[in-house]
């Protein structure tokens, strides 16, 4: 494709609203564009204008995967966007516009990458297939489908294109969210004694959250397990003792300490709390994404990364790309359920810190840079 093209690729995807839904639409301009390079994309429609696009390319036992994201997350207050988040705006390199960076820059250059090595018969002697997900940021409903449909049992080896400014992103996080609900007894707060306050049972709990976590193994890569209370909620009345509480909790597994692991530590902590205090706690796990991780110094990596410098090589005042590790977690921690030492690699365009913001932006020399480096990385993942 021409320059103008693949930037005109990216602005049309900029232009769909994806907010948290309608996949379908992305789905279809991408089949469409697959089609007119004579590649067959299947269209994975599950209701409510989800949906979830495949298609592979090459045939073999193992199978390099390229996933990315078809939605975003919402807009916030459109008043303080510079310009409409769903008009692509192009202000020198910048390209403004909500999912610029957070993921449809990523998509469009996994999907122009793969369309050049198609059409210019470079595509490696080995099966790779290309996965586009709904939901993704929000209950992760597409990854989750396709995982149990076996998309990811053949996987050797998977790239995700989320923004990391062109860096090697080669482990991350898991991430689990879980709620915990007290039950107690209401009564007049002039006879406390009489009833049961479900927010204490509640409190002794956030207490030992604090140090929970303290000595679980260190992470080669991750580091510590991070952790918190976020939410809390209980009690409707000040002179009423609350039957009723709950918190919510955020915790960011690594692979030295798991998600086993650590729903087991809490739920030994419930259970501590509750053979010794009158309320009765419950533990309620919401979303459960796991770590994933490479090994730095494999072929898989080391070849990602000198893609990356070379193709950044030449893009005026980046910054050198370089191997780095992330909290956040990605579709990836769907897609290594079932093979947890699944090699995986997060690798896109500009710019991972203004994902989700207002005015989000992508350069387009980060973009059209990545295209290369994909290239690359197909091209030579089978050597």
Not at 65 to 77: E, L, P, Q
Request: hydrophobic content about 40%.
């Amino acid at each position: 494709m021409e320059k103008e093209e693949q930037i005109q690729v990216l602005k049309d995807l900029i232009k769909i609203n994806s907010v948290n839904g309608n996949e379908i639409e992305v789905a279809t301009y991408l089949k469409k564009l697959f089609a007119k390079h004579g590649i067959d994309a299947q269209i994975d429609a599950f209701g409510d204008d989800r949906a979830n696009l495949t298609v592979d390319f090459g045939t073999g036992d193992q199978v390099l995967g390229i996933t990315g994201h078809m939605d975003t997350v919402a807009v916030g207050d459109e008043n303080k966007w510079h310009t409409s988040p769903f008009d692509p705006y192009q202000d020198g390199d910048r390209l403004y516009g909500r999912g610029a960076a957070d993921m449809k820059s990523g998509l469009a250059a996994e999907v122009i990458a793969l369309i050049e090595l198609h059409d210019q018969e470079q595509l490696p002697a080995g099966h790779v297939r290309f996965i586009a997900t709904a939901g993704e940021e929000y209950g992760t409903p597409g990854a989750n489908r396709l995982e149990a449909a076996g998309v990811a049992k053949d996987l050797v080896g998977l790239v995700v294109g989320e923004p990391t400014s062109g860096n090697v992103v080669y482990a991350h996080s898991g991430s689990l969210n879980y709620r915990i609900t007290s039950t107690g007894k209401s009564v007049h707060s002039s006879q406390p004694e009489n009833g049961t306050n479900a927010i204490d049972a509640l409190v002794d709990y956030c207490i030992k959250e604090r140090t929970l976590f303290d000595d679980a193994p260190l992470d080669p890569y991750l580091g510590k397990v991070k952790h918190s209370v976020t939410v809390i909620n209980g009690g409707d009345q000040v002179n009423t003792i609350p039957d009723f509480a709950a918190i919510k909790g955020n915790i960011r597994p690594t692979k030295a300490f798991d998600n086993d692991h650590v729903i087991a530590r809490i739920k030994q902590t419930i259970d501590e709390i509750n053979a010794n205090s009158d309320g009765q706690l419950t533990f309620e796990l919401i979303h459960n994404f796991r770590p994933v991780a490479s090994d730095p110094d494999s072929h898989f990596v080391k070849n990602a990364l000198q893609a990356t410098q070379d193709a950044y090589h030449d893009v005026a005042n980046h910054v050198r790309p370089k191997l780095t590790v992330i909290n956040g977690a990605t579709d990836a921690s769907v897609f290594v359920k079932h093979n947890q030492d699944l090699p995986v690699i997060v690798l896109g365009a500009d710019e991972w810190n203004v994902a989700h913001q207002i005015n989000e932006y992508t350069t387009i020399s980060s973009y059209l840079a990545t295209v290369n480096v994909y290239k690359n990385i197909i091209s030579h993942f089978f050597e």
